[in-house]
């Protein structure tokens, strides 16, 4: 059963909120005197983050997709030790390289649809939960794909599948922001929720490393996977049960009338339009955002190729490198929510991102200083990823019209995905110009990093409440 959008219970600690007088706020959320949002609800919408981080960090990033699903398991056992099998690894990775696209594709187009919808039903809440349920359907398909060329494409339609059920969930999840915060304490409660992310992840992807390692999990046996999948899946089904039973619907503030599903896309383009003339703050940090976040997800992507190319980490220094990036950045991220109450999102923002382009030419140029100088760079870096993440949905929420939740962080997933080639390319290109080197590849990075940022510094800040 839920609670009130305001409910406070005697037992509760609490997060002060802000004291206006006024009835209604930024985003429709209850600002009257003495409103107060329990902290019990705080921490249920953070395990949000918490309970789905090991779909993309363990299954994934770095255990399911690269150790199992992309090797040895998946071609002709008459392949292996030959001259063939390099050529059958590079088409699994290439095919599922066509998995992913499709699904990102799928995400651009339903996300912001899905996202109108439910505020126009008032319902965002029943859609993350539709969302999350089939999120883990296909975790838990992933522990019956079994090794076999005969199974690889059905490993990659659950996998493209979770990214669009996660994505969209997501995009309902970051709506439910508002029923969780007030304007002196969103930042703070949005990096609280990035950081949970961030540390439940590293906490699964430890567990299951270990296991690895320590021999307890055979890393040779396609069993082992299955077995990783499926626990994925528990934790996800365990954790996500606090914000379904602590976090309210948000008050639905638009009475548009319902449409159908097709017709959402003409009103997709109204709304489009009219974010434009109405909340132009909006529009144009939708665009920069769009920008420097793909940077920043290049960051991660071809982090590791760095590190593995240029600086000669091998897999158990990748896995402690990518541990030890991840704690750093979700407890910065979970720090830097005060600075984002106190000084704005905005310069949080621009602060992470002109960081990030400092440490990616820092790379660049002393890289002949060896693998400590990555060392250390990649923690100042991991230091300035999730606080830019995080500053990012508070910034949004911020400047979004109340009762369009929903419709504009479903905007803002699309816009992420159709700007998610200029790092990628750039990264190609500055290779191959020079001549295949692998280092020259963080300049295409930093580049985009660079032009997010500028675009982001005539992007209008919204206005601050300031945190007690």
């Known amino acids: 059963m839920t609670e009130e959008p305001n409910a406070v219970h005697p037992t509760d600690k609490t997060v002060p909120a802000t004291a206006n007088t006024g009835a209604v706020g930024i985003m429709g959320l209850d600002l009257r005197a003495g409103a107060q949002v329990p902290r019990r609800r705080v921490f249920a919408w953070a395990f949000w983050d918490w309970a789905t981080q090991p779909f993309n960090t363990v299954l994934l990033t770095f255990v399911w997709v690269p150790s199992y699903l992309t090797s040895t398991f998946f071609i002709d056992p008459e392949l292996i030790g030959t001259a063939g099998e390099e050529a059958a690894l590079g088409q699994l990775a290439s095919n599922l390289g066509y998995g992913i696209t499709v699904a990102g594709l799928l995400i651009a187009l339903l996300a912001p649809v899905m996202g109108q919808r439910a505020d126009r039903a008032g319902r965002q809440k029943l859609q993350l939960f539709i969302f999350t349920a089939l999120l883990i359907v296909a975790q838990l398909g992933l522990a ?16 493209a599948i979770g990214s669009v059920f996660g994505e969209i969930a997501g995009v309902n999840y970051n709506a439910l922001l508002i029923s969780v915060s007030t304007p002196k304490t969103i930042g ?25 390692l320590s021999g307890v999990l055979d890393g040779e046996s396609g069993t082992t996977f299955q077995l990783i999948a499926f626990g994925a899946t528990i934790w996800t089904i365990i954790f996500v049960i606090p914000i379904f039973l602590s976090v309210p619907e948000p008050p639905k503030v638009t009475t548009d ?16 339009i009219r974010l434009y003339k109405e909340t132009r703050p909006t529009f144009w940090f939708l665009l920069a955002s769009a920008v420097y ?69 820092v790379v660049f140029f002393f890289a002949d200083l060896g693998s400590g100088l990555f060392w250390g760079v990649g923690i100042v870096l991991a230091a300035f990823v ?53 280092l020259y590849g963080i300049l295409g990075i930093s580049l985009v990093l660079l032009a997010g940022g500028i675009m982001l510094l005539f992007v209008k800040a919204p206005p601050r409440a300031v945190a007690e």
């Open 293 to 361: 976040r793909d940077g920043l997800s290049a960051v991660f992507t071809f982090g590791s190729v760095i590190a593995a190319l240029v600086f000669g980490f091998g897999f158990t220094d990748l896995v402690i490198f990518g541990i030890a990036l991840n704690i750093v950045a979700g407890v910065s991220t979970i720090l830097a929510g005060r600075l984002d109450d106190y000084f704005g999102p905005k310069r949080v923002i621009l602060v992470s991102v002109f960081g990030l382009v400092l440490c990616t030419l």
């Open 257 to 272: 009338e319902k449409v159908g599903f097709f017709r959402s896309y003409v009103e997709l383009v109204r709304s489009v």
């Open 188 to 212: 703070k409660v949005s990096g609280l929720g990035w950081g949970f992310g961030y540390l439940g992840g590293i906490v699964a992807l430890t567990i299951v490393v270990g296991l690895i």
């Open 386 to 438: 999730g606080p830019a993440q995080a500053a990012s949905r508070s910034f949004l929420a911020r400047v979004t019209p109340a009762g369009r939740e929903g419709e504009v962080f479903g905007l803002y997933a699309t816009t992420g995905r159709a700007a998610g080639w200029m790092a990628s390319l750039l990264w190609g290109v500055f290779i191959a110009v020079a001549g295949s080197q692998t």
């Open 144 to 159: 019956f794909v079994q090794p076999g060329a005969e199974w690889f494409w059905m490993g990659v339609a659950l996998i």
